[in-house]
């Protein structure tokens, strides 16, 4: 294999790995905790789960009949998609669903293996956050996933939103754009990268 061939099957692999510590953190939550906010704005847990069931397994006529019905956008689509099977499916379903897709290896069209691994890191931050549970990064993982983000563009668009800074990670081999040194651990400049952090917090 050459070397993205490794990456990819390494990343498959942590994606699995992902899946199965995400169900066994959603295992222990009550039904309160599934109805909680999560960081991303407007989504409950469950909502959250939701996203990452439906992304996981997305097929392209699925795919371009929502976008459709979301009259062109795709973060709308997300939006709604989400609310609609969380609303319907019970969370002991949704768990049940993620324990079943631990190992799919389905790459919804433009995507790859790092990008449903980003999704997974970035969403598990985002149940976890607010619940005040702590869940650790892989440092191999976030790096990968934060190198994919910084090349990526939409939909975060950090290498713009971050110009003028120098982010270098202090736990691994990572550094990306020029400017400003921006300094910490690769689980926390992923979370920046991806919005979730901001300089001003990393500096504090």
């Not at 499916?89 to 897709?101: D, F, K, M, N, V």
Request: net charge neutral; hydrophobic share 45%.
């Amino acid at each position: 294999m050459n070397r993205t061939d490794t990456t990819e099957e390494l990343a498959w692999t942590a994606v699995a790995a992902e899946r199965a510590g995400l169900a066994d953190l959603l295992q222990e939550l009550s039904a309160a905790q599934w109805d909680h906010p999560s960081l991303c704005e407007g989504w409950r847990v469950r909502d959250v789960v939701a996203h990452i069931l439906l992304t996981s397994q997305a097929k392209l006529p699925w795919l371009l009949w929502q976008t459709a019905l979301a009259r062109g956008s795709i973060a709308r689509m997300n939006f709604r998609t989400a609310i609609r099977y969380a609303d319907r499916t019970p969370p002991q379903e949704l768990l049940a669903e993620l324990r079943a897709i631990t190992g799919l290896r389905h790459q919804p069209v433009t995507t790859d293996a790092v990008d449903r691994l980003m999704d997974l890191l970035v969403h598990g931050h985002d149940i976890a956050a607010p619940l005040a549970i702590s869940r650790e990064m892989p440092v191999d993982a976030a790096r990968w996933s934060a190198d994919r983000v910084w090349r990526m563009g939409w939909p975060f668009h950090a290498s713009r939103t971050l110009a003028g800074h120098r982010l270098t990670a202090t736990d691994t081999d990572w550094s990306a754009g020029s400017g400003t040194p921006i300094r910490a651990p690769i689980a926390d400049l992923l979370l920046l990268v991806t919005g979730r952090r901001t300089v001003t917090s990393l500096h504090s």
